[in-house]
């Protein structure tokens, strides 16, 4: 396939490189214009085309891997030259980056992406492959619901990868992980494992009892036992590891909260719903965020 990596950071690098391993035409669109982008993973080098037009307009599939608050603007000025069958994947934390650009692709087949594998720069032409994952792909439209052999073209490149039939119960039960632990460990500067400690419990479970009236009212199926062992499960699967909000807060970079308990806090809205404690968190860390564009 002829295959265009929107936004060539961590994650994006790592599928380019896999595709391209796995037989793949693989070229970068990233946000710097030279022609080439070269990524080194292990002791191999690989090299892409960057940043050119022919391969927007002979893309077969469209890999978006900015983060969600960049899909809108990385793909406002290329959509004139995306072909309209070809196959757009987003793949991000957090939700609602649809909403932000639904006007633009009317008729190409869309697909939801997550990935649970973990990936470094360490320099921009560097990739460290942190952490082995699945992947889960599915459909945001009807086009896109065609697109079911993008899972072994994926699951051959780096597996695991499912294909969800309902990717949006999936993207559901990671955001409500990822309104617990991303915005907590944010403000506290702290390992995701720091929030097992019984000081966090009750805060802890507001936050879920919060998360899980919005996903009933979105009628989304869950148990809320199992959803808070889940939640808890993460917490010790990683505890270790520093989440991607407490990274980019402490490298005062924006954050994706608007897409993770901002999405929440929009849903809630919705469906009239009080959320008090996650709309403290995202107070909290947008306060964060005004303070680092204020010294600018
Ligand atoms: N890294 C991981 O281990 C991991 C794991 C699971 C999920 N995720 C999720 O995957 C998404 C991407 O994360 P990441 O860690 O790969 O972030 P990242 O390294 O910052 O990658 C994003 C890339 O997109 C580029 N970009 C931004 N705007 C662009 C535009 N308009 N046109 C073209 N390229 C543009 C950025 O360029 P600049 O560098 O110049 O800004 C950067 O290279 C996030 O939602 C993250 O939460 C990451």
Redesign the pocket.
Known sequence: MNILV???????SLWAIKLQQSGHQVAV???HTAPHYQCQLGESIYTFANHQVDDIRHADLILV????W?VA??LERLTPQINPDTIIML????MGSLDTIGALLQTNPVLLAT???????PAPSQLIH?GQGETLIGAANAQGGRCQFLRDVFDHALPTVHWHPQIEHALWHKLAVNCVINPLTAIRQCPNGTLAHPEYQARITRLIAEVSAVMTAEKIPFQLAQLTAHIYQVIAATSENLS?MHQDVSHRRKT?IDFITGYLIRRAKKHDIAVPENEALYQHIKTLEQSWESLI
């Open positions: 929107i936004g060539p950071g961590a994650i994006g669109f990233g946000r891997t900015v983060k969600a960049q603007s990385a793949m991000h934390n957090g990935t649970t594998h973990g990936a470094f720069k942190t991607s994706e």
